[in-house]
């Protein structure tokens, strides 16, 4: 079983400042889900993206799904100390177990 | 709460002993998925169950197993337990088979090999 890499890995910023991730996939993806892994706690859902080109924004994370769906962005505007944890994509190739590599966001107050 | 119940949290045991995790989905929830995160690690998916039935397998050694039973409860069964098994042992539920229900993860159990 494959993962799909995230980028970056680890990501530092100072609080205020944007994040972002990405997810690429060699393949053409049916959907992608977005979750969200708080340190010492379980991932939790944030979002599914199906179609091509759809954007979705819950306050201030944005989540992007390329034209042609093989690639996805998690986009968090002015960060909090809350926003700290790890982020995963989800990319389903008719096969959504196999979470992406994960990028772990440390906010600096 | 994400209704997902895993027991026990935490478990400690020692090389080649046999563990059993256990996992009770969300209420309605027909599938059930378990997955392996070592220390500062990703997500490693081991295998999938849909209302009883295998569906899938990731990367799970041939020294575990697991099964859902009829009431759709999990267990995953490790044996010949190594140093390298000690991680964090997450189970998750869906609605459906998989490729279109949102994940909901357990708080997971932590087993420690010494």
């Known amino acids: 079983g494959q993962q799909v890499m995230q980028i970056p890995q680890y990501q530092h910023v100072q609080e205020g400042e944007d994040f972002t991730t990405y997810c690429n996939s060699s393949?053409?993806?049916?959907?992608i889900q977005w979750y969200k892994q708080r340190p010492g706690g379980h991932p939790v859902f944030l979002i599914q993206?199906?179609?091509?080109?759809e954007v979705k924004k819950q306050k201030r994370l944005t989540f992007q799904f390329g034209e042609a769906k093989k690639n996805s962005s998690l986009h968090i505007t002015a960060t909090q100390t809350t926003d700290v944890g790890t982020y995963f994509c989800?990319?389903?190739?008719?096969?959504?177990?196999?979470f992406g590599t994960g990028t772990s966001l440390t906010v600096i107050p | 709460d994400s209704g997902v119940t895993q027991t026990p949290k935490h478990l400690i045991t020692a090389t080649g002993q046999r563990v059993t995790l256990r996992c009770s989905p969300r209420?309605?929830?027909?599938?059930v998925y378990w997955y392996q995160q070592s220390l500062d690690q990703g997500l490693q998916f081991l295998i999938h169950?849909?209302?009883?039935?295998?569906?899938a397998k990731g990367n799970i050694l041939e020294r575990f197993s697991a099964q859902q039973f009829p009431d759709l409860h999990s267990e995953l069964n490790l044996s010949s337990l190594e140093l390298g098994d000690s991680a964090l042992y997450f189970c998750?539920?869906?609605?459906?088979?998989?490729?279109?229900?949102?994940?909901?993860f357990g708080n997971g159990t932590r087993l420690t090999v010494t």
């Open positions: 998750a539920s869906s609605v459906g088979q998989g490729n279109d229900s949102p994940l909901h």
């Open positions: 393949t053409t993806l049916s959907n």
């Open positions: 993206l199906v179609k091509s080109g």
């Open positions: 989800n990319p389903n190739t008719g096969n959504q177990f196999y």
């Open positions: 209420s309605g929830d027909l599938s």
């Open positions: 169950y849909y209302n009883g039935e295998e569906r």
